[in-house]
């Protein structure tokens, strides 16, 4: 499971690791990867925001403004989906590098980009949705709060790269630490590792 590739980073290590073979849904974005698992008895969907592994020339694992956007859609797809049915849990797999910054995000509205995110994963909370978001790499602040930020439950790994998760536990409700989850190879993981994994996250779902 080791990443050879340097531009695979752990949020897509984690979310190789947990989707398995399942498919994966169409975004429109490399960047952005969608799948649905099993949690506890159920489907829950899976969000990770990685790098680009095709472009050179894109700043690794960045939020940006189509991420933001599409973030957005694939939330509010969901909420649509279950309105009159059981509401599935989400889960995002959370290793923000940090959010983009430049002229060219601020004149397109990165900031409406990145608050669409956030707002339909509160709508998400809001409509029934348990929202768990497993860091496994950096929770930068201005993309946490656009991806992971909103959830009921906060995994982390007890690692010192866990420290900015660590930071949250102060938060009441939003962005709460709910667990570390010790004896975990962040960025090589076992089979009984991912196993470990699933089952803290399936007992998280509210």
């Not at 695979?8 to 290590?13: A, D, L, P």
């Not at 990867?33 to 990770?48: E, N, P």
């Not at 060219?104 to 768990?132: F, M, Q, T, W």
């Amino acid at each position: 499971m080791n990443a050879s590739n340097p531009r695979h980073s752990r949020g897509w290590i984690w979310f190789r690791a947990l989707a398995g073979a399942e498919p994966r849904i169409g975004t429109g974005l490399r960047t952005v990867l969608v799948t649905d698992v099993q949690v506890a008895s159920q489907q829950g969907r899976l969000i990770a925001v990685v790098p680009d592994a095709l472009d050179d020339h894109a700043a690794p694992g960045e939020l940006g403004l189509e991420e933001g956007w599409v973030l957005a859609d694939q939330v509010r797809d969901m909420i649509a989906a279950d309105r009159s049915g059981a509401k599935r849990p989400i889960i995002t797999i959370v290793d923000a590098r940090s959010q983009a910054h430049g002229r060219i995000e601020e004149l397109l509205g990165i900031n409406s980009s990145c608050a669409a995110a956030a707002d339909v994963y509160a709508a998400a909370r809001k409509a029934g949705h348990p929202l768990i978001a497993l860091v496994v790499g950096s929770p930068v602040p201005g993309a946490f709060l656009a991806h992971g930020y909103q959830a009921h439950r906060l995994l982390a790994f007890d690692t010192p790269a866990a420290a900015g998760a660590r930071d949250t536990s102060y938060q009441g409700g939003r962005g709460r630490l709910f667990q570390l989850i010790a004896g975990i190879d962040a960025d090589s993981p076992s089979r009984a590792q991912i196993g470990l994994v699933m089952e803290t996250g399936s007992a998280g779902g509210c």
